[in-house]
């Protein structure tokens, strides 16, 4: 049987057929030209970005170069300006189209070099002055910053004639070979780095924080596996024969980790291989349902356990409730000065008062017997040093971490300002404010931003 299609139908179908291949066709065009649009927009915003990145290490290298022979608020405004230009420049490699990997080296020297300058500058502002040393620093990372600057202006030269390229191929066509280029020699830059001194400075990038060790593990025993699973053990009442051991933590603090499997949950601790402190614990248990204790009760709880677990003088300072959990943060008494570097935090069920977290990295890293000085200035002078408007309600002396993990004694004063409490520290050597820390109250406990 032939089936026969009429003259009409034939030309009806290819009409269709014409249509939909021109419309198919006109949907490719149409997704090709946004795609060129697209991948041309992304580019010019990258070549952008490296711009951005060319003119922020120019600027660092020319203020350097002038802070090495600076003083005074000269160099106090030199060392903001590098201060500012290395977040501009960190910015800028952010939205480049490359991992960290690719500039690694550049953004660690760029971090160190930002922090290093405010440090600097909080030197000179403070009217002390720069060491020989800190100058000698300032040369080095100088010639660090124009070798970087140099071969960063010499590739963007070929971006801003047309000649380079920065971008990646993404999900469009590929840029070119141009592309590969500029990243072999972004690769060839941070392969080549030059080296600059470690800095020793109050601030987080010092080499003595990356190369600190823990105070509390001086002159400790090393231990077996097995017994620091016992020592573990025992602070939270376990059956050391039911831990296993996970596996093994290295770095600046070793340690041991266990495993314990329950019918409430796993619990899990990190031990010292030295002495076998405790670091962290944690109870993976389920919530219990609505709480049974008060905060004042579990308090009482964690007070009772910090003790014997420590064998220390510890105070409580804050506490926070949330989800069924009463995080306390306690800190080291010595003389009756708080220490806040020696810090433990401990959780607990606010259903049975069980123990649920423990975390004392600070205090393995920072505990030891300090040989506190004696304060320059009175409380009576420190507090000359506030604001009018603060009405201070108590003062006590408290040893503080800085942001590069030095320890300053100062007059802790709790003040009362409009509706809110502060914290205001005040070096009980310079006589000069060192901290304000803001109270968050509510009926479920007090932080501190």
Partial sequence: MVLKISRRTAVRAVCFSTAALLTLGGFAVRYRMQSEAQRLAMSAGWSHAFGELATSLNSIDIALRKGVVATGPMLATLTNEISRDTALALGAISSLPYSGREFENTSNFLSRLGDYAAYLSRVEAAGVGISEEERANLGTLSECATDLNQQIAELYSGVAEGSLTVGTALDFESIGSSVDVIGDAISEIELEFPEYPGLIYDGPFSEHISSATPKLTEGAQELSAEEAAERAAAIFGLDPALLTLTGEGGG????????????GGDIYIDASRMGGYVVDMMWSRESDGENKLSIDECLNAARSFIESATGKTMKESYHIAESGILTVNFAFMQDD??????????????????????EARGFVMNHCQRELPTPAVSAEEARAALGDSLDVQSVRLAVIPSSGKYERLCYEFLCRTGESNMLVYVNAQTGSEEQILILVEDENGTLTI
């Fill in 337 to 358: 000065v708080i220490i806040y570097p020696d810090l433990v935090k401990v959780s607990v069920s606010m259903y049975d008062g069980a123990i649920v977290g423990m």
């Fill in 252 to 263: 600046s603090l070793p340690v041991y980790c266990f495993m314990y499997s329950g019918e």
